[in-house]
């Protein structure tokens, strides 16, 4: 299996056997699962040449064009077209199976019925030693001691390009390989990138992936992110996401910034951040989500289960459900598990917890965690000076304060979906 | 469903976080980085300069404070438009071999500085409590692993910070209360006092280095694009850039005019760190020395907590290894293992029993000032590429002023090994 790094600067000859010139790079079309190189370029004398790749023949350590080609002639690769030294070698690559951002030290090709094509990037110390022509050496140093150099080559169905294909054309595949990891995942490659690649990753992906992906990604470049984003597409994002992380965001950017923004924004999802914004950050009004389930307390079990199905509620609004009477006072909560195994015509009032722990909305949010932690819950709710249930504090706003910096990022492993 | 409205806004106080108009917001990168340039050999060296030379080198501050002010300018436009550290640009635009030499040389650089920083905490703890380098360093090696690793560097730079920025001020101060030839020093600060001897250009290349640093250069960029920062910052990171070198360089005036004042004009030298302490001494008398121990420690320190880690990033960028300490030990090797081969050889070199401490502070800023022009070389190749910084590459002539920094930079360092070889001027 040929390297790119082995082919390139070979000597490229007339079928008579004169040199025409050196290879220099190669080319493909970066649309099937392994692509077919399709274009050589060649540096003559007088500058570049492009010659199919299909009109060269290999004989020993040079290249030989073939008695029936189109004679080398310079001009342009089509837009689409990948070229691999220059778009690609010592360039930032996603490796899509363990998440993480990688720099291309060569590229792996593979020549089967005669049609060349990339198979992998060779991202592993090996690629780094052959393109300082070490390779060999180190092999055999390393054989001495009876071990072989590991090899670190990614397959290249798994890889996804950052880097724009030509350096005018905005990124023209589409990020389909990124967008199928986890956004925890997505985050942290998208910390990586330049502005450029992040504002074109953002521009693509699904409102609803954008926004989980968002929210993973550290708070001082959500908002760099987000200044970048159209607004229009911005807004339709924040709305995606949890009123509460929205609001974080939002209140990192500047104040002309963020009111442009809540006005873009669907009038309830604005609304609900608006709310939010009221409250100082660090107080349990600052981190609840405005997203909850509450039943009304005259309703009986039959007919709040009739309700959940009609609302069809985010598995996380479902850890509890609460229960407040006319003017939204919070009356008591009820797990899931009591209200499907009560009958039907049992009332709500019967089958609550009416001694429900909350806190007030200016609690700070370190108490809000010691209290979730304490007390082994998923969610606490939030009420004003009248008792009326404003929110809920979920215990993923809360976790982060309870887990050493930096160790979100530690595992290592990605998690497709 | 809705919960119920909040009690709105009417009586509770809009409490948000204070929010500073979105230039502000920048800040940061290049004042950091010009705090930490006046580190242990930044310290040294400009005492040196002042005790040896008077007013002698006050051209030279002016003159580097320009340089500093474009170079650091062009670190931060490379990161604003491209995102990434130094290394890993000059790898995309470079390849591997020359990529790997920019490594070696930001290394090679690096590892003085680490030592000098050893040094300058070695220097200080033996004026504060006679405690002998062997210890100190030892001590010192430890503090910063452990506070790297639990991650509390973030927090702990600001008290570096705040003490450095007390030193400084105390120097200008005590500048001011030595009664300098005020006079002299503006005059010397546009007409420049030559002396051609090789001691006079060894102390100019140290000036230099440690005032334009390779990991000065490597610090800006990263750090400018670790922020996520985009191209429409550029204004913000401009004022920024142009504080840090403005305050690097006139707390080096201060610290060389209060050395001249105090030191110069007496006759007197500086072989140890109590001599460089004595230019404290109008402000704090008796005091002096403490002072100076504490400023030379703390600004030691912040060096130790930025030059190793900013190393061991710049490597592993160019190489697409894993960086950074959210990373398991065994996760990212190559980068622990970089970070514990600065701390410890720093450390272990610095125990070499009867190391003159100021030399060794002084001399890894000639090092760093030989090295430069080989990294200035790549940041300017980088500085004009339009393909790679579009709208923020170097007009011609930025590009011509650049270029014409790199040039005197390096016919500074090639006269001084010319110098060197043939024992001219001595």
Redesign the interface.
């Known amino acids: 299996m040929p390297y790119l790094s082995e082919i390139q600067r070979s000597k490229v000859v007339d079928p008579a056997g004169a040199e025409i010139g050196r290879l220099v790079d190669i080319a493909v079309v970066p649309k099937e699962q392994f692509p077919a190189v399709q274009w050589a370029i060649l540096r003559a004398k007088d500058g570049e040449r492009i010659v199919r790749w299909a009109d060269l023949e290999r004989s020993d350590r040079e290249y030989r064009l073939r008695e029936t080609a189109v004679p080398p002639a310079p001009g342009e690769l089509p837009p689409e077209a990948m070229r691999l030294g220059r778009d690609l070698l010592d360039k930032q690559i996603v490796d899509t199976h363990g998440a993480k951002v990688v720099r291309v030290n060569d590229l792996q090709l593979d020549d089967k019925g005669g049609q060349l094509r990339l198979v992998g990037a060779d991202v592993g110390l090996r690629g780094l030693l052959r393109r300082v022509g070490g390779e060999g050496a180190a092999e055999r140093m390393a054989s001495v001691v009876g071990r072989k150099l590991p090899r670190g080559i990614i397959p290249w169905h798994l890889v996804e390009p950052l880097e724009a294909t030509q350096q005018n054309v905005r990124l023209t595949l589409p990020h389909a390989k990124l967008a199928l990891l986890h956004p925890a995942d997505i985050a942290d490659i998208v910390e990586e990138m330049t502005t450029d690649e992040r504002r074109a990753v953002f521009d693509q992906l699904d409102v609803e992936t954008a926004a989980e992906t968002l929210e993973e990604i550290e708070p001082e470049m959500q908002a760099a992110i987000v200044g970048d984003l159209d607004e229009e597409r911005a807004a339709d994002i924040l709305e995606e996401m949890d009123p509460d992380e929205a609001v974080d965001l939002l209140q990192d950017l500047p104040e002309e910034k963020r009111d442009e923004l809540v006005e873009l924004m669907e009038e309830e999802e604005g609304a609900d951040v608006e709310e939010l914004l009221a409250y100082p950050e660090d107080s349990a009004g600052g981190i609840m989500t405005t997203d909850f389930l509450a039943l009304a307390r005259d309703l009986t079990a039959g007919q709040a289960i009739e309700k959940l199905r009609e609302l069809k509620p985010d598995p996380a609004l479902v850890y509890y459900l609460y229960v407040i009477d006319s003017e939204g006072r919070l009356e008591g909560n009820i797990s899931l598990r009591d209200l499907v195994v009560a009958a039907p015509e049992t009332p709500l009032t019967q089958i609550m917890n009416p001694n429900v722990l909350k806190v007030d909305a200016a609690t700070n949010k370190e108490d809000v965690a010691s209290l979730i932690a304490k007390y082994d819950l998923l969610a606490l709710p939030v009420v004003d000076a009248r008792r009326r249930l404003i929110g809920s504090v979920t215990v993923d706003d809360v976790v982060d304060l309870m887990l050493p910096r930096g160790w979100k990022k530690r595992s290592g492993r990605s998690s497709a979906r | 469903?809705?919960?119920?409205?909040?009690?709105?806004?009417s009586r509770?106080p809009?409490?948000?976080?204070l929010?500073l108009?979105?230039m502000l917001?920048v800040l940061g990168p290049g004042l950091v980085s010009g705090f930490a340039d006046n580190d242990a050999a930044g310290i040294t060296t400009y005492s040196l300069a002042g005790a040896q030379y008077g007013y002698g080198f006050m051209w030279a501050l002016l003159v580097t404070m320009i340089a500093l002010l474009f170079t650091q300018e062009v670190g931060a436009r490379l990161g604003?438009?491209?995102?990434?550290g130094l290394s890993?640009v000059i790898?995309?635009r470079f390849?591997?071999?020359w990529?790997?030499l920019a490594v070696l040389v930001t290394l090679v650089a690096n590892l003085g500085t680490t030592i000098a920083e050893f040094a300058g905490i070695a220097a200080s703890l033996e004026l504060l409590f006679r405690m002998p380098p062997q210890v100190s360093s030892i001590l010192a090696g430890m503090f910063v692993v452990i506070v790297l690793a639990r991650?509390s560097f973030g927090k702990v730079q600001y008290a570096f910070l705040a003490i450095g920025g007390a030193v400084s001020a105390a120097y200008a101060i005590s500048a001011i209360l030595a009664g300098p030839d005020w006079e002299h020093a503006a005059v010397a600060l546009v007409k420049p006092e030559l002396s051609p001897t090789a001691a006079y250009l060894i102390t100019l290349v140290g000036v230099v280095g440690t005032t334009i640093t390779p990991w000065g250069q490597a610090f800006i960029q990263s750090y400018v694009a670790d922020?996520?920062?985009?191209?429409?910052d550029l204004v913000g990171t401009r004022v920024d850039v142009t504080l840090g070198s403005l305050v690097t360089n006139v707390v080096a005036g201060f610290i060389v005019v209060a050395c001249a004042a105090t030191i110069w004009t007496h006759g007197g030298q500086i072989v140890d760190a109590a001599d460089a302490a004595r230019a404290l001494g109008p402000l704090a008398g008796s005091a002096a020395t403490v002072l100076f121990s504490v400023g030379l420690l703390a600004a030691s320190l912040l060096g130790l907590g930025v030059v190793p880690l900013s190393s061991a990033y710049f490597a592993c960028e160019a190489?697409?290894w894993?960086r950074?300490?959210?990373?398991?030990w065994s996760?990212a090797p190559v980068f622990y293992g970089l970070l514990a081969f600065f701390v410890a050889g720093g450390a272990l070199f610095v125990v070499i029993p009867g190391l003159p401490l100021i030399q060794v502070m002084f001399l890894s800023a000639v090092l760093d000032g030989l090295l430069l022009p080989i990294i200035l070389s790549f940041v300017m190749l980088l500085a004009g590429d339009r393909?790679l910084l579009g709208e923020l590459a170097s007009g011609r002539t930025l590009l011509v002023i650049g270029w014409g920094i790199t040039a005197l930079v390096s016919i500074m360092s090639v006269a001084f090994v010319v110098a060197q070889v043939f024992g001219l001027g001595s």
């Open positions: 469903m809705m919960a119920a409205p909040p009690s709105r806004r509770r809009r409490l948000r976080r929010h108009p979105a917001l604003l438009a491209t995102g990434e890993g790898r995309e390849g591997v071999r990529t790997a991650g922020k996520g920062l985009g191209p429409r190489f697409g894993e950074g300490l959210h990373w398991r996760q393909k």
